[in-house]
């Protein structure tokens, strides 16, 4: 993959579009590739940090596992996004694990080069603070979600959270097809897969959503967006 191919993907992302051109030359210069294979676990829950990550292609499957051993997915991470930086900073070990869903590229800047972009920076906390505010507002947000929306609401919601996603990251107001199969939306809303379906079979039948194998098409984002909020 070409240094000018990664910028691209990298400047889909606005948080690293934010920063000054110095210190984005910096990160991409300290940054080294690392290939992953379809399901090849990229680190585990209290695994130490040993780098800061942005996915260039493919995509991290974020998750823990309960005693029972049912995993709990907590997100995908998609091209132009950076992960990894909370443990780096508090020292602590990693909170989840993170295995490659597909073969996945990702730029990995290491432990030692994320300190010292500290020391040679004074505007780089500025920058690692505002990303570690988006996390958090990420998180009030799936609170709110999980706390006061029925299950369909927040299918629906995931499933609008899922297309802003890969709207930004294609810079595509239209995209209107998820890649995403029913197991995955049951373990990322903590469901059964057939409780999913009836839902999704309901969504098709009210003309919201167009299911293929493997796949959604949103029909009326409108419609998505106001069955969110119940």
């Keep these: 993959?070409?240094?000018?191919?990664?910028?691209?993907?990298?400047?889909?992302?606005?948080?690293?579009?934010?920063?000054?051109?110095?210190?984005?030359?910096?990160l991409l210069e300290k940054g080294k590739l690392k290939l992953l294979h379809n399901q090849q676990i990229l680190h585990q829950?209290?695994?130490?940090?040993?780098?800061?990550?942005?996915?260039?292609?493919?995509?991290i499957r974020i998750s823990n596992f309960t005693v029972e051993g049912k995993e709990l997915v907590l997100t995908w991470i998609q091209p132009g996004n950076w992960f990894g930086e909370i443990s780096l900073i508090d020292g602590l070990p990693r909170t989840h694990d993170g295995h490659a869903e597909e073969?996945?590229?990702?730029?990995?800047?290491?432990?030692?080069?994320?300190?010292q972009l500290f020391k040679d920076n004074h505007e780089w906390s500025q920058h690692i603070m505002r990303l570690l505010c988006q996390r958090v507002r990420a998180t009030f947000s799936l609170i709110d979600e999980t706390g006061c929306l029925s299950l369909k609401g927040q299918l629906c919601k995931r499933?609008?959270?899922?297309?802003?996603?890969?709207?930004?990251?294609q810079h595509n107001t239209m995209t209107a097809e998820l890649a995403i199969s029913q197991d995955a939306l049951a373990q990322l809303i903590h469901s059964s897969r057939q409780t999913i379906n009836k839902i999704l079979q309901g969504l098709q039948k009210e003309n919201v959503i167009n299911l293929k194998y493997g796949k959604i098409t949103i029909l009326d984002r409108h419609a998505l967006e106001k069955l969110s909020q119940i």
């Design 103 to 115: 073969s996945t590229t990702l730029l990995k800047v290491s432990k030692s080069s994320f300190e």
């Design 1 to 26: 993959m070409q240094s000018n191919e990664i910028r691209q993907i990298l400047s889909q992302n606005p948080w690293f579009a934010s920063l000054p051109v110095s210190l984005a030359d910096k």
């Design 159 to 169: 499933l609008s959270l899922l297309q802003e996603g890969l709207e930004e990251q």
């Design 45 to 59: 829950k209290n695994d130490l940090a040993d780098g800061f990550y942005c996915v260039l292609s493919g995509r």
